[in-house]
C-alpha cells in the first residue's frame, strides 16, 4: 500500500485550470482518470486524510504511485479526452466503463442495400459510416429513438427483416413510424438510402437545414388548419433539438483538423497534436525528442507531419492541419499531404477565433509535456540505474546487467511448445531483438528439457558468430571451444527454426542477410532470466557450462512468490517487494510470458483452421470455398465421387482426383459435441469453421485448456 504523500505534487505545481488527470500504479499502469473544472482544488481533494476519504478513492489513492494531467481550456474538451483516455487505458478504478471492451459508436451501414442504424464496438469496418464515440450505448440508442421520428431508417437484424419480408407483416416500429419498413415495400431502396443519407447529414453537424425545413413545414400544416400533422411536426422538431443537445460539439463548425503545437528550449522539443473529429477532440498524442542540430520550428513541424502522415492515406489525414509555423518552403509539404490524402488539405496557421484558442490549449499542452519531461528525465535514469545496481547487489554481479534476456516456455496441454526471448538494455525493452522459437527436439509437455534446447540454440548462434568474426578460437586440449564446429555442422532438427519478432525467418548461425542489418545473436547478455524455480535455471546453466560459456549469469524469478533462484543454491534470493531491482525483474519476465503465449496463440488458432483440403496442390481459398459451398460440408464433400466433384466451377476431373485421394487419406473430423449436454450435433453449414470442419462445442475451460 503506497502513501499518497510519496507522490503528491508540490504546491504550486498543478495549474489552476480545466483538465483531465491520471493516475497511475507502480507499473505504470493507468487505475483512474477524472477530468476537473480546475485541476489544482480536484487534486487536492485526493491528498487529504485518508480517513475522510470514501472508501473506493482511499483504495484508488493508496494503489496509486503517481499522478498526472493534461491541460484544456473548457470542460467540454475535458470531457472529451476523459472519454478518449477511458476508452484506451480502461482504468480499474473507473467503473462505469469497466466492462466495456471499448466504446460504442453509432453506425450507419452505407455497404448495405437497405441501410441499417445500429451500435457498433470494436474495428471500423469498411463502407460503414461511424459517429461518436459515446459514453453508454445506452445514450446511442436515446439519440436514434429521437431521430427515428423524423428519419425512419431500419434498425433491425438481417434475421428480422428476412422474416418480415417473408410474411409480409413489418416489425413493430414499422407500424408505429420509427421505421419505413422497406422490408415490405413500403418505400423503395433508393428512398430508404435517401433518408439513411439524411439521417448521416444531421449526425455530421447539418442540423439547421432540416429544422428550418419542419418548421416551414409545421407553419403550413397551422395555416391549412392540419393542426395534428402540425403537432407531430412540432415533435420532430424538438426531438431534434434533444438529439442535438446530446451530441454538443467542440467546434460549431465541424472541423475536421489536426492541431499540432511545438514547445522548444535549446537541447529538446515537445510536439503535442490534438485530433479533432466533427468538431469533436477525438485523441491526443505527443513526443519529445531531442535537438540533436540547429533546427527551426518550421523544420520541427515539417518532421512532425511526416511522422504523422508517412503511413496514412484518405480519411485518415484531415482536411485542415493546424501548426504554430510552416515548413520553408510550404508548397512541397502541402502538395504531399494532398497526395495522401487524395484531395485538397489545407496547411495554415489559425490566426483568429475558436481554432486560433484551441490551438492555444495545443501549446499550453506541449510546455506542460517538456516542463514535465525535464523534471522527470533525470529520475527516471537515476530510478533505472538504481534498478540495475540492486539486481548487480543481490545476483553478486561484478556490474550492472545493462543487457538482459528473459526466455519463457508455452504451450496448451503439451501441443504448440513455444519459447521466447525478449531483450532489455539500460532498462528499456529492445523489441527489435526480440525471438521466437518452435520447440520441436521432441515430443510432449517438458518445460525443462524446453529450456536447456532454447538456451543452448541461441548461445550456439552466439558462439558461431565470434567464430565467424575470429573472436573465438578452437581450444587445442579439445575443450568447449573445439567442439564448436560439431555444434554448428550438428543443428537439431528445431535448429534453425528461429523467427524474429516481425516474422523474419534467422539464417544459419542466426544472422540476416548481408544487407547491413546488425546481426541479433552476435551481443551476448550480462544476464539470463529465465521465467521459472530451481529447474529451469539449472537446465540454462547446464546450457550454457556444455558451450563453455561461464561469462553470463543466470537467474530465475518464480511467480509464486517473486523468488530469485540462482544456479546451485538451495534458497532463493528474496528482494524487497518495493526494490526497484525486482520490478525490473518482473516487467522482463511479464514481457517475456506476453510475447511467448502471443505466438502459441497465434501457432494454435492456424492449426485449428487446417483442413486436408489445404493439402491440395494447387487448390487456393477460391476453390475451396467454392467446394464447401457446393457440398455444405466438408463430410459431404469427402462421401461424393469425382464426377460430382467435378461438378463443382473451377474444379477439372484431374483436381478432382487430387482432391478424393487427399480426403481419403485425412481421417474423418470427430462429430461436434456439445460437451454440456452430451448431444452429439449433426453437422450443418453453420456449424463450421473456416476450414469447413465441424466445431466442436465446449464447456469455456475445456476449450481454454492450461496455457503456460
Given at each position: 500500500m503506497a502513501d499518497p504523500s510519496s507522490y503528491r505534487p508540490k504546491p504550486g505545481e498543478i495549474p489552476d485550470s480545466p483538465g483531465v488527470y491520471r493516475f497511475r500504479d507502480e507499473h505504470r499502469r493507468v487505475i483512474y482518470v477524472g477530468k476537473a473544472k480546475s485541476l489544482r482544488q480536484r487534486l487536492a481533494n485526493y491528498f487529504q486524510d485518508l480517513a475522510g476519504l470514501h472508501p473506493r478513492t482511499r483504495s484508488m489513492v493508496t494503489t496509486a504511485a503517481s499522478v498526472e494531467w493534461t491541460v484544456v481550456s473548457t470542460e467540454v474538451e475535458a470531457l472529451q479526452l476523459e472519454y478518449s483516455w477511458i476508452k484506451e487505458y480502461d482504468p480499474r478504478f473507473n467503473v462505469k466503463y469497466r466492462d466495456d471492451k471499448s466504446y460504442p459508436y453509432l453506425a450507419v451501414t452505407m455497404n448495405e442495400e437497405y441501410p441499417r442504424v445500429q451500435v457498433m464496438r470494436g474495428h471500423k469496418k469498411k463502407g460503414v459510416r461511424y459517429f461518436g464515440p459515446y459514453a453508454h450505448a445506452w445514450a446511442i440508442r436515446d439519440t436514434v429513438d429521437l431521430l427515428l421520428r423524423?428519419?425512419?431508417?431500419?434498425?433491425?437484424?438481417?434475421g428480422v427483416f428476412k422474416n418480415a419480408a417473408r410474411t409480409g407483416r413489418p416489425c413493430l416500429l414499422g407500424y408505429i413510424g420509427k421505421c419505413s419498413a422497406p422490408c415490405v415495400d413500403r418505400v423503395s431502396a433508393e428512398e430508404?438510402?435517401?433518408?439513411?443519407?439524411?439521417?448521416?447529414?444531421?449526425?455530421?453537424g447539418r442540423t439547421n437545414t432540416y429544422i428550418r425545413r419542419?418548421?416551414?413545414?409545421?407553419?403550413?400544416?397551422?395555416?391549412?388548419?392540419?393542426?395534428?400533422?402540425?403537432?407531430?411536426?412540432?415533435?420532430?422538431?424538438?426531438?431534434?433539438?434533444?438529439?442535438?443537445?446530446?451530441?454538443?460539439?467542440?467546434?460549431?463548425?465541424?472541423?475536421?483538423?489536426?492541431l499540432i503545437a511545438v514547445a522548444e528550449d535549446e537541447l529538446e522539443a515537445a510536439v503535442q497534436i490534438f485530433h479533432v473529429r466533427g468538431g469533436r477532440v477525438r485523441g491526443q498524442r505527443g513526443w519529445v525528442t531531442d535537438k540533436v542540430e540547429e533546427i527551426t520550428t518550421g523544420a520541427l513541424v515539417e518532421h512532425a507531419l511526416q511522422q504523422l502522415y508517412g503511413e496514412e492515406t484518405g480519411d485518415a489525414v484531415p482536411k485542415e492541419v493546424l501548426v504554430p509555423a510552416l515548413p520553408d518552403p510550404v508548397e512541397?509539404?502541402?502538395?504531399?499531404?494532398?497526395?495522401?490524402?487524395?484531395?485538397?488539405?489545407?496547411?495554415?496557421?489559425?490566426?483568429?477565433?475558436d481554432k486560433k484558442a484551441l490551438m492555444e490549449t495545443v501549446q499550453r499542452n506541449a510546455q506542460q509535456a517538456l516542463v514535465l519531461h525535464k523534471t522527470k528525465r533525470a529520475s527516471d535514469l537515476t530510478t533505472r540505474s538504481r534498478a540495475l545496481e540492486e539486481i548487480a547487489d543481490a545476483l553478486d554481479l561484478d556490474s550492472a546487467p545493462l543487457r538482459i534476456e528473459c526466455y519463457d516456455i508455452s504451450h496448451l496441454q503439451g501441443d504448440d511448445v513455444v519459447a521466447s526471448m525478449v531483450v532489455f538494455e539500460d532498462g528499456l525493452a529492445r523489441k527489435s531483438e526480440y525471438r521466437r522459437f518452435q520447440i520441436k527436439g521432441f515430443a510432449g509437455q517438458d518445460d525443462v528439457r524446453s529450456m536447456h534446447e532454447v538456451i543452448t540454440r541461441?548461445?550456439?548462434?552466439?558462439?558461431?558468430?565470434?567464430?565467424?568474426?575470429?573472436?573465438?578460437?578452437?581450444?587445442?586440449?579439445?575443450g568447449a571451444e573445439g567442439s564448436l564446429g560439431a555444434l554448428t555442422g550438428t543443428e537439431t532438427p528445431a535448429g534453425p527454426d528461429v523467427i524474429t519478432a516481425s516474422g523474419a525467418p534467422v539464417g544459419p548461425g542466426g544472422l540476416t542477410e548481408d544487407d547491413g542489418r546488425p546481426k541479433k545473436f552476435a551481443y551476448p547478455p550480462q544476464l539470463v532470466v529465465v521465467d521459472g524455480g530451481a529447474p529451469q535455471v539449472a537446465a540454462a546453466r547446464r546450457a550454457l557450462d556444455e558451450l563453455g560459456i561461464d561469462d553470463i549469469a543466470v537467474c530465475g524469478l518464480a511467480k509464486r512468490l517473486e523468488e530469485v533462484w540462482l544456479p546451485g543454491d538451495d534458497d532463493p534470493v528474496i528482494l524487497p517487494r518495493t526494490s526497484e531491482g525486482l520490478y525490473l525483474l518482473q516487467r522482463v519476465r511479464d514481457e517475456a510470458h506476453r510475447f511467448a503465449i502471443t505466438y502459441q496463440r497465434t501457432k494454435r488458432s492456424k492449426r485449428f483452421r487446417s483442413s486436408p483440403l489445404d493439402d491440395v496442390p494447387g487448390l487456393g481459398d477460391t476453390r475451396k470455398q467454392a467446394l464447401l459451398k457446393h457440398f455444405g460440408s466438408l463430410k459431404k464433400l469427402r462421401s461424393a465421387t469425382i464426377d460430382q466433384i467435378c461438378e463443382v466451377p473451377g474444379i477439372g476431373r484431374k483436381t478432382a482426383e487430387t482432391i478424393a485421394a487427399a480426403l481419403a487419406q485425412a481421417a474423418p473430423a470427430a462429430p461436434a459435441v456439445n460437451t454440456a449436454t452430451g448431444e452429439i450435433m449433426e453437422e450443418e453449414p453453420g456449424t463450421m469453421g473456416s476450414s469447413g470442419e465441424p466445431v466442436t462445442m465446449g464447456a469455456p475451460d475445456e476449450r481454454r485448456g492450461q496455457e503456460t
Open positions: 423524423v428519419f425512419p431508417v431500419r434498425t433491425c437484424s438481417a430508404h438510402r435517401e433518408l439513411a443519407d439524411e439521417f448521416c447529414d444531421f449526425m455530421t419542419l418548421e416551414k413545414q409545421m407553419g403550413e400544416a397551422a395555416e391549412e388548419m392540419e393542426y395534428e400533422r402540425a403537432a407531430r411536426l412540432r415533435d420532430d422538431i424538438e426531438a431534434l433539438k434533444k438529439a442535438m443537445e446530446k451530441n454538443a460539439v467542440v467546434l460549431a463548425d465541424a472541423t475536421d483538423a489536426d512541397p509539404v502541402q502538395e504531399w499531404l494532398t497526395g495522401r490524402r487524395g484531395s485538397n488539405v489545407s496547411l495554415r496557421i489559425p490566426q483568429r477565433g541461441r548461445f550456439r548462434r552466439y558462439l558461431a558468430e565470434k567464430e565467424k568474426t575470429g573472436e573465438w578460437t578452437e581450444d587445442k586440449d579439445g
